[in-house]
Nanobody
Framework: QVQLVESGGDLVQPGGSLTLSCAAS????????MGWFRQAPGEEREFVAA????????DYADSVKGRFTISRDNAKNTVYLQMNDLKPDDTAVYYC???????????????????WGQGTQVTVAS
């Protein structure tokens, strides 16, 4: 199993950039599919991005394609979310999640992830 801790959330202006990190503890990080989700006030948690455990595939929600990049460094047990050209609608609590040996086809489904971080706040405003 794995434990996840997000960091890097901040207050930024529209058009700005921010990089989130998710540090993992555990002995099997390299076998997990990793994802990022976000939840805005009064709304449901939504998929943002995912990267598979074999480093072959990534996927993004339509709302962030071309602006966000997910990556992972298994040697450091860390997954990242680089966010560029931030918009007010990106304001949310961002969560990282892990799914051990999960099928790639389930990557956008929150229920397919079994391990979650505590969340980090991202606020985009002037």
């Amino acid at each position: 199993q794995v434990q996840l801790v997000e960091s890097g959330g901040d207050l930024v202006q529209p058009g700005g950039s921010l990089t989130l990190s998710c540090a993992a503890s555990g002995r099997s990080f390299n076998s997990y599919r990793m994802g990022w989700f976000r939840q805005a006030p009064g709304e449901e948690r939504e998929f943002v991005a995912a990267v598979d455990w074999s480093f072959q595939s990534t996927d993004y929600a339509d709302s962030v394609k071309g602006r966000f990049t997910i990556s992972r460094d298994n040697a450091k047990n860390t997954v990242y979310l680089q966010m560029n050209d931030l918009k007010p609608d990106d304001t949310a609590v961002y969560y990282c999640a892990a799914a051990q040996l999960a099928a790639w086809g389930t990557r956008q489904a929150a229920a397919s992830y079994t391990h979650w971080g505590q969340g980090t706040q991202v606020t985009v405003a002037s």
